[in-house]
């Protein structure tokens, strides 16, 4: 979900619990009517507004993310073409399978490509390395995998 989808479910799931009083006895008497004589706290559930999901037990666990970057040999945009296409195809298979979120090369100069993984392990972009074309072909100086926390956006 969206950010704004996420914060109304946030609102409407803390929107539903409350503390409420109730009455542990009750007395009824002629001229006072029904009366609380001792009140205790309890918690209460609320029913969600319709379409909205109530939370269940414990809030969703936040997407973790890996940014990779790959320092290029200095005349890449001349040496890449014929890795190129290869290279491109393994970057789209990990998107479709949601796994890289965005990846493209830096610019002015073209020194380093930059790849986003969500909810990857280390392990999981390491292999992904080792099997990309730029890497196998030695276009890849160093590279670097990085847990990035996300504070804004996504």
Known sequence: ??????????????????VVPFASRVSVGRSKGL?????????????SAP??????GTPPTP?????LTLDYVP??????????????????AAAEAGKVVLAGALQNPTDAGVFVFKDC??????NFVENDAYYKA???TKFTIRPWMIVVGA
């Open 35 to 47: 009366h609380r004589t001792s009140a205790n706290l309890r918690p209460t559930k609320l029913r």
């Open 63 to 67: 997407p973790t993310y890996q940014l």
């Open 51 to 56: 379409g909205v999901a109530m939370a269940a």
């Open 138 to 140: 030695g276009l890849v």
């Open 121 to 126: 392990d280390e392990a999981f972009v390491q």
């Open 75 to 92: 005349d890449i945009l001349e040496k890449r073409d014929p890795f190129r296409a290869e290279h491109i195809a393994g970057a789209k």
């Open 1 to 18: 979900p969206n950010t704004t989808t996420f914060r109304s479910m946030a609102t409407a799931a803390l929107a539903s619990t409350r």
